[in-house]
T-cell receptor, first 111, second 112 residues
């Protein structure tokens, strides 16, 4: 089966940098994705790593290490609006490319 | 662009009642999904469909049925609702190669 683990909560101050980690177990997958969800809203796609290394999209970067079964999301220049839940997800090679999500990390950004 | 459209947005059911949640996407995606999200928790996969005419169980399928009516539409049915099915339900779709999943706005279901 597939499973992902991430911290339940992270707190950081406005303007700082925060890293949200994700470890996973899977027999094979295409890549690691990250989603953001604000309270009452739907998840929205942030970033995707198909290969090992760092992917940068504006203030957000994501990293994947397949050998360590590990990835992270890096948020720079934190803003109050970044307070949300962040989910890592993997899409398997088999079973219709089903996408499985971690339990999510709640990020609190303080002034 | 409509993206993924779910109906209804809110629903209250009595225990034992049945209902169908509707989902449609206009992005020509092959894969469609139904997730449930309980307070403070992540998204758990109920059922998914890799393509028109195929469906498969996810992590928490008990108490649900699905129909992939055509490439656009994927419905979720609760035959006999239970309080444990009180949750927010999200429909999502994605392409076969592109791994980004697009979500509907969710259905907030309360079973009393």
């Amino acid at each position: 089966g597939q499973s992902l683990e991430q911290p339940s909560e992270v707190t950081a101050v406005e303007g700082a940098i925060v890293q949200i980690n994700c470890t996973y177990q899977t027999s094979g997958f295409y890549g690691l994705s990250w989603y953001q969800q604000h309270d009452g809203g739907a998840p929205t796609f942030l970033s995707y790593n198909a290969l090992d290394g760092l992917e940068e999209t504006g203030r957000f970067s994501s990293f994947l290490s397949r050998s360590d079964s590990y990835g992270y999301l890096l948020l720079q220049e934190l803003q109050m609006k970044d307070s949300a839940s962040y989910f890592c997800a993997i899409r398997g090679h088999t079973g219709g490319f089903k996408t499985i999500f971690g339990a999510g990390t709640r990020l609190f950004v303080k002034a | 662009n409509a993206g993924v459209t779910q109906t209804p947005k809110f629903q209250v059911l009595k225990t034992g009642q049945s209902m169908t949640l509707q989902c449609a996407q206009d992005m020509n995606h092959n894969s469609m999904y139904w997730y449930r999200q309980d307070p403070g928790m992540g998204l758990r996969l109920i059922y998914y469909s890799a393509s028109e005419g195929t469906t498969d169980k996810g992590e928490v399928p008990n108490g649900y049925n699905v129909s992939r009516l055509n490439k656009r539409e994927f419905s979720l049915r609760l035959e006999s609702a239970a309080p444990s099915q009180t949750s927010v339900y999200f429909c999502a779709s994605s392409g076969t190669v592109n791994t980004e999943a697009f979500f509907g706005q969710g259905t907030r279901l309360t079973v009393v």
